[in-house]
Structure formats: C-alpha cells, structure tokens
C-alpha cells in the first residue's frame, strides 16, 4: 500500500524539475507516481507526464512529437481545469493556468509555418520549358 506522504513527495520532486526544465527526469519521477495512482489522480498525473515529454520532444526539435502529446495532454488536463490541484501542503496546482497555458504552447506550435521534405526537382535533358519539372521515382 502507498502513502499520501509518498505521492506528495513525487509530485512536489516531479514538478520542481520540470520548473528547472529537466523534463526527461520530471517524466521519469511522474511516472513513478502514476503507477501507483488510481482514478482521477492517475489521468491527471498522465496529463502533467505529457507536457513534460512534450517539452523534451521540443528540446530535441522533435515539433510533431511534441505537438501530438500537448493533444494528449490538453484533452487530459481540461477535465480538471475547474479546479486547483494539491500539489503539498497549503500549496495548489493552478489547474485552469496550466491549461491555458499548455493549449497556448499547442497553438503556437501550430501556427509555425515548419518546411516539409520535398522531392528533389529532375527534368529530362531535352526538355527546353521551365515548368517541366518531375521528381524521379
């Protein structure tokens, strides 16, 4: 059996890393709370552990990894935005600002305007027009 003590301790430990950005570490110690969660504290948890991959897929230049977990994550925390969430003590998460913020990331990533692969342009060599360009399979 877990204790209240013990939870308290991984959630305050996994959200101070993810304050000093260690995002990696941050999944690692929320993960270890969320195996021992149930109900709603367990989905919670889970929505906090995928804004700290999403971050860490962003420091990586991972922008499609990172947006699909801010998904995740966002559908996860609204659920719990009406209301703060303990984090120790007299101390809360601020549950709607999280929120807020995690969908503001989302829809920044969003907005860019990120290059996508292309083919590499070839023409047969007794083509004279310029718009007689095809990719080469």
């Given at each position: 059996m877990?204790?209240?003590?013990?939870?308290?301790n991984l959630r305050s430990k996994g959200?101070?890393?993810?304050n000093k950005q260690h995002f990696f570490e941050c999944h690692e110690v929320l993960?270890?709370?969320w195996k021992i969660q149930t109900g709603p504290e367990r989905q919670f948890t889970q929505g906090v552990i995928?804004?700290?991959?999403?971050f860490h897929h962003l420091t990586?230049?991972?922008i499609a990894g990172a947006i699909?977990?801010?998904?995740?994550?966002?559908?996860?925390?609204s659920l719990f935005s009406a209301a703060d969430h303990p984090l120790e003590g007299e101390i809360y998460i601020d549950t709607g600002t999280l929120v807020t913020l995690?969908?503001?990331?989302?829809a920044e990533l969003e907005k860019c305007s990120l290059p996508r692969p292309f083919l590499i342009p070839t023409k047969r060599?007794?083509?004279?027009?310029k718009g007689d360009t095809q990719p080469v399979e």
């Open positions: 877990h204790s209240k003590h013990k939870e308290e959200i101070a890393l993810f993960e270890s709370l995928q804004t700290a991959a999403a990586n230049k991972n699909k977990l801010l998904h995740l994550a966002a559908e996860k925390l995690v969908r503001k990331c989302l060599k007794s083509s004279t027009s």
